[in-house]
């Protein structure tokens, strides 16, 4: 099946550690995004992706980091560095030029 | 100014009735616009895009934009149910550009 993959599904971080969260497409899609969505709030991009090997900050990098190594794979890494990382994790894809952004089943992270 | 705004409800409409959902954007560039259905706990998923101005019909779901004032909306005829959800509004600055920005939600809710 096509699709966008995130693992794990529900993760939990003790304070002061880092954490990586996976995002794998299928799709062929040239662009990819991460987005967290905190309780009743929209989304907000943290960084995304147009090509292999570069990267954007979006508007709440601080605190995290990515990697654009291969073009299906777009890791999350949340750092300690991130003093409020509980939240909903989305990753998502595009076939770029201006086309439909779909999402993966997102990663729940709480930190203990 | 917010780049993407929306009323966060929540908006009650009776079954069977028109929900009509609202939003505006900050960049007169923007040229790529997308409406994104939310229940809780899962991610977004697709149900409209619209580029250029004037009406999109797909169903019972239509797009309406209008870049004159910045403004695209969606529609729901014949509300159900299953329409209960958060419908999120995204804006796509430019093409070349793909960075995807959604606005906070608006809470929709049918009443039976």
């Known amino acids: 099946d096509g699709g966008i993959t995130q693992s794990p599904k529900y993760l939990f971080r003790k304070e002061g550690q880092n954490v990586t969260l996976s995002c794998e497409q299928n799709?062929?899609?040239?662009?990819m995004y991460w987005y967290r969505q905190d309780p009743g709030q929209g989304l907000r991009l943290i960084y995304y992706s147009q090509i292999v090997n570069d990267f954007q900050k979006g508007d709440i990098a601080e605190g995290y980091s990515v990697s654009r190594e291969k073009k299906e794979s777009f890791p999350l890494t949340v750092t300690s560095a991130q003093k409020n990382p509980t939240a909903f994790y989305l990753c998502?894809?595009?076939?770029?030029?201006?086309?439909?952004?779909?999402f993966g089943e997102g990663s729940w992270l709480t930190v203990v | 100014q917010k780049e993407v705004e929306q009323n966060s409800g929540p908006l009650s409409v009776p079954e069977g009735a028109i929900a009509s959902l609202n939003c505006t954007y900050s960049?007169?560039?923007?040229?790529?616009f997308f409406w994104y259905r939310q229940y809780s706990g899962k991610s977004p998923e697709l149900i409209m895009s619209?580029?250029?101005?004037g009406d999109k019909e797909d169903g019972r779901f239509t797009a309406q934009l209008n870049k004159a004032s910045q403004y695209v909306s969606l529609l729901i005829r014949d509300s159900q149910p299953s329409d209960s959800a958060t419908y999120l509004c995204?804006?796509?600055?430019?093409?070349?550009?793909?960075?995807?920005?959604f606005g906070t939600g608006t809470r929709l809710t049918i009443i039976p």
């Open positions: 998502a894809s595009s076939a770029g030029q201006g086309n439909t952004i779909y």
């Open positions: 995204a804006v796509r600055a430019n093409f070349g550009n793909e960075k995807l920005t």
């Open positions: 960049d007169r560039g923007s040229q790529s």
């Open positions: 619209i580029y250029s101005n």
């Open positions: 799709l062929n899609h040239d662009a």
